[in-house]
């Protein structure tokens, strides 16, 4: 074997050939190139993670391979842990560097991506980890962080390559979820995922669906087509976030589009890295509260009848009810129905925020640690810095779905109720409501003692101000160094 010179492409959360970093600075070379998915069981196995997302991978790995293929380099599939897979290749062909864009994601990626590293430095291969949003690795100071990443954003997109040079590893079978050791889920409706389903999900967005989009945000009827739906293909990079905000841009300088809505729809993409951002700079927030004075706010071991009632959708609020069971089924809902159910978690049920975390991260299709932790901490009361918000499940109920359309589809045991008390069922006799249980908890009671609760908590901490004097004043849980710097 002569000197290596094969440039591995390893697709993570970037399963896309338009606009990727990593894939253009590998084809610059001029070596021979070899675009790898690795399915890990270690992440297979992970809490967070469900059937469903890894149906999502394959969808777009079966776009992502027949793309590569038409370009000249099969997708090689493997299922193994990364440095094994690696350590395998490099053996058959020598490898003479990885490239892969930066992950914001769990602890157990980032350690995954730490061993790489540390294999490719053992090896002599070069490991280049290049940027596809707007988060930061060692920011140094939030002051310059819009500007860094509108500076991202303002480069010029990667165009497809024109052709690729492969090489003779054998691409391997796309696996099954049977191969995978995974259990089909049965779901009623899964979005689609992959490159053209999102492109088709971004243009239909962008031309037809924006008109009217910061009004349909809210109601889980209107958000259902009136949301952009592109979180699920941000999440598994199957367009780029760099190309959304462009051409959200470009409609924005059209004449007679809504620009209120491309407005609010940009701010939106803007705050996902923002919340990203916070979860690059206290890695800890997905399993310990950003302020410490929370983290014995609530029993880590969940009350199990509530935690039970939470995940079969069984609270005895309508709107709660509904959302969970839809999501339980579809995998998505609207931000403000995300905030409902969390807030029903933390405050009325008194639950652990982890717990009820986890079982979120695993319905969601969308699940993006760097959104979704932070906002889990924020709807629960543990950040030490946000405003309180308690949602009242019947004020939701009444604002979003006043005709009653939701909730009936998803809790049909309230066919009888009539609409007037549709919200507040257990007003009706029990033989109207088909064995639709009582309220699980009073919730007016329940979000006084919980405000209770936090104020005093509140107290004890006030003048800890923001993010940074937090992490400041309590310099031991500021994320390890190598986190930083890499
Ligand atoms: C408790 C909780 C957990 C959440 N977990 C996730 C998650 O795991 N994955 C996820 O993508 N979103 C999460 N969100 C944010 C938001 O609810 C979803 O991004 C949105 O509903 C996805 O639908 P969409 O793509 O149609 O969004 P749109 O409203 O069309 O927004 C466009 C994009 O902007 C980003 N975005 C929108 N709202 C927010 C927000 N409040 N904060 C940060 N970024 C935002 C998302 O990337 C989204 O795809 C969570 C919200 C809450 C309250």
């Given at each position: 074997m002569g000197r290596p010179d094969v440039q591995v492409v390893w697709f993570k959360?970037?399963?896309?050939?338009?606009?990727h970093a990593a894939l253009a600075a590998a084809v610059n070379t001029g070596a021979p190139l070899l675009p790898l998915y690795v399915f890990e069981p270690s992440l297979l196995a992970?809490?967070?993670?469900?059937t469903r997302h890894s149906e999502l991978v394959l969808d777009a790995l079966t776009d992502l391979r027949e793309n590569l293929a038409h370009l000249g380099a099969p997708l090689v599939i493997r299922t193994g842990e990364v440095v094994d897979v690696l350590h395998a290749l490099h053996a058959q062909v020598g490898v003479a560097a990885v490239h892969s864009h930066e992950e914001f994601g769990v602890l157990a990626t980032w350690n995954r991506d730490r061993d790489v590293a540390a294999w490719c430095r053992k090896l002599g291969i070069a490991y280049r980890e290049h940027r596809q949003t707007g988060t930061m690795r060692g920011?140094?100071?939030?002051?310059?962080w819009n500007k860094q990443r509108l500076a991202l954003f303002s480069q010029p997109l990667h165009p497809i390559p024109a052709a690729l040079r492969g090489t003779s590893v054998a691409p391997g079978p796309m696996p099954t979820l049977n191969d995978l050791g995974l259990e089909p889920e049965t779901m009623q409706y899964r979005q689609r995922g992959g490159e053209t389903a999102g492109r088709e999900t971004m243009f239909s967005f962008l031309?037809?669906?924006?008109?009217g989009y910061e009004r349909n945000l809210s109601s889980p009827n209107t958000g259902?087509?009136?949301?952009?739906?592109?979180s699920v293909h941000l999440a598994l990079g199957t367009v780029s976030a760099r190309e959304i905000h462009a051409r959200a841009q470009r409609r924005h300088g059209e004449?007679?589009?809504a620009r209120k809505s491309l407005q609010a729809f940009g701010e939106r993409l803007a705050w996902r890295d923002h919340f990203a951002q916070k979860l690059e700079d206290a890695p800890f927030i997905e399993e310990r509260?950003?302020?410490?004075?929370?983290?014995?706010?609530?029993?880590?071991?969940?009350?199990q009848a509530a935690l039970d009632a939470f995940i079969r959708g069984a609270t005895g609020y309508p709107m709660v009810d509904a959302v969970l069971r839809s999501l339980a089924a579809t995998g998505w809902t609207t931000f403000r129905m995300r905030s409902m159910i969390t807030s029903f978690a933390s405050?009325?049920?008194?639950?652990?925020w982890q717990e009820t975390g986890r079982v979120l991260a695993r319905w969601?299709?969308?699940?993006?640690p760097g959104i979704h932790w932070p906002q889990i901490q924020m709807q629960s009361g543990v950040t030490g810095m946000n405003a309180l918000r308690i949602y009242d499940p019947v004020k939701q109920q009444l604002d979003h779905d006043a005709q009653g359309t939701f909730v009936r589809r998803w809790?049909?045991?309230?066919?009888?109720?009539?609409l007037e008390l549709l919200a507040t069922p257990?007003?009706?006799?029990p033989e109207q409501r088909?064995?639709?249980?009582?309220?699980?908890?009073d919730h007016t009671a329940a979000a006084a003692q919980a405000k209770r609760r936090i104020s005093l908590v509140r107290e004890r901490v006030?003048?800890?101000?923001?993010t940074a004097a937090v992490l400041e004043k309590h310099?031991?849980?500021?994320?390890?160094p190598a986190r930083r710097r890499r």
């Open positions: 959360r970037d399963l896309r050939v338009r606009d992970h809490p967070h993670v469900s920011l140094k100071s939030r002051n310059t031309t037809e669906r924006v008109p259902w087509s009136g949301c952009s739906r592109l004449p007679g589009v509260s950003l302020h410490p004075a929370f983290d014995d706010l609530r029993p880590r071991q969940p009350n405050y009325d049920l008194w639950l652990p969601f299709t969308d699940y993006e809790v049909p045991e309230l066919r009888d109720v009539p257990w007003l009706t006799a088909h064995g639709y249980p009582d309220p699980i908890v006030r003048g800890d101000g923001s310099g031991s849980r500021r994320p390890p």
